[in-house]
């Protein structure tokens, strides 16, 4: 059992409720009690203590939308549209990658999440020319100590190469097989959700048939939709329908489906999303990155829609920094909207806790420190100069903050790491070995 103590703590409870001098108690993996600290000292006295004074105590930030093997070809899409970067950079390099090589880029991505004070991801990962990525994903993952919702996506279409594609047939049998390897594993820090990629690469039968495989196995429903404008006007002349509408049609909406990008949405869209009960995930730097458009994040919170973000691959951002994600999202909607008010510090800190966790069907577990909960959570020094004065935490979070206030980060109970240092991942030989794989792969894709 550990307390950690002198702690000044934000929980995301219901209540919002905050401790000036608070204490958080873990037994095993969970939070066993949040409170005042002199009585919780007291009553634990016997608890290993870790003495946070000085620190300000967030819930583990949630990656909500993410491509973990993106983050091996950084640097080599920049300046291009969605087309043109998936022409340029995605597809060469893919058709290239191995299943090692996405070892590496989960190593190398848990290293950054975890020194920024993340403990959750969601992946999409939907090149499975090798389908090996997928295990090798869930290795690094359950190495590493990170908590990761797997993303089994399938594509099926033109324009992507025909060696990426796969049948709808092999695409069931590899989420079941997923799904029964990896659901629940790691002790329950790996779990599974499935995706037909997006409106364009994926066929009406491949939407249907993921659907099926989540309501069969209950793991949930990702997707890609809306992100460019062109996608949109394609369906609306094909099918006389927008994307949504699309996807409402094929019965992929609902309270366990979680849609990332959603930017070109018209008034029956947005109606769509509240009254199904479907979540977004919201990549602001990603769209600003490839000049998708901007979503309309504060109508849709206004609907009562749940609404996430994430970075996205970390070849379209160019990494996987939560505070980037969480400033530019607060500050694209107060530009695009000539509205200061359009989002608050508090809205968007929601979005990379609590409403993340509710996005995947998680908010029982992650999400807020509550008793009961996961022990997932990081540990911010506010004496770093960018938190200094800190009269409003939450603000200092999401306008002035970067990875480097994240002194230690905790998962599932184990503090992976203190004082900056990872405790049970070797930084440099993580580093150097992803970088040696980022040089291979780009040479066997003709990119180096």
Not at 27 to 55: C, F, N, T
Not at 121 to 147: F, P, W
Not at 226 to 247: D, F, N, W
Request: aromatic share 4%.
């Amino acid at each position: 059992m550990k307390i950690i103590k002198n702690a000044r703590i934000i929980t995301m409870d219901p209540q919002r409720r905050t401790y000036d001098s608070g204490a958080i108690v873990v037994e095993g993996s969970r939070i066993a009690a949040v409170g005042e600290s002199a009585p919780l000292e007291k009553q634990y006295a016997g608890a290993e203590e870790i003495d946070a004074k000085g620190m300000l105590v967030i819930p583990g930030l949630v990656n909500a939308h993410t491509h973990i093997y993106q983050i091996l070809y950084k640097g080599l899409g920049d300046d291009a549209s969605l087309s043109d970067w998936l022409k340029k950079c995605v597809y060469p390099m893919s058709l290239a990658l191995r299943g090692e090589d996405c070892y590496h880029a989960a190593m190398l991505t848990a290293v950054e999440m975890i020194k920024g004070g993340a403990t959750t991801y969601v992946d999409c990962h939907y090149m499975n020319q090798d389908l090996e990525c997928q295990d090798y994903i869930a290795e690094a993952t359950k190495a590493s100590g990170l908590r990761g919702v797997l993303g089994r996506a399938a594509i099926d279409s033109a324009p992507a190469p025909e060696a990426l594609r796969e049948s709808v047939s092999q695409a069931v049998a590899e989420c079941e097989r997923v799904i029964k390897t990896y659901q629940g594993a790691a002790d329950g820090r790996l779990s599974v959700r499935v995706e037909a990629l997006n409106e364009k690469l994926a066929s009406a039968d491949m939407l249907r048939a993921m659907r099926g495989v989540a309501n069969e196995f209950g793991v949930g429903l990702n997707m890609h939709i809306a992100e460019a404008a062109e996608r949109v006007k394609e369906c609306q002349e094909s099918l006389g329908m927008t994307s949504i509408e699309y996807a409402h049609s094929l019965g992929i909406l609902g309270p366990d489906a979680l849609l990332a990008h959603c930017c070109w949405l018209n008034e029956h869209d947005k109606q769509l999303l509240a009254e199904s009960g479907t979540s977004v995930a919201h990549n602001p730097v990603s769209n600003q990155y490839l000049a998708d458009g901007v979503a309309p994040i504060p109508e849709l919170m206004k609907l009562g829609v749940n609404v996430t973000a994430g970075p996205d691959g970390a070849c379209s951002n160019n990494n996987q920094n939560m505070f980037d994600v969480m400033k530019s999202a607060a500050l694209l909607h107060k530009v695009h909207s000539l509205d200061p008010e359009a989002m608050t510090a508090g809205k968007v800190f929601e979005m990379v806790t609590i409403n993340a966790a509710k996005a995947i069907g998680m908010e029982k577990d992650i999400g807020s420190l509550e008793v009961g909960k996961y022990a997932d959570l990081a540990m911010i020094d506010t004496n770093q100069p960018c938190m200094i004065p800190c009269f409003h935490p939450l603000s200092n979070l999401v306008y002035a903050a970067t990875p480097d206030v994240v002194n230690a980060t905790m998962i599932h109970g184990e503090l992976l790491m203190w004082d900056r240092r990872l405790l049970h991942i070797d930084e440099a030989e993580t580093l150097a070995k992803a970088n040696e794989a980022c040089w291979a792969l780009a040479r066997r894709a003709g990119l180096a």
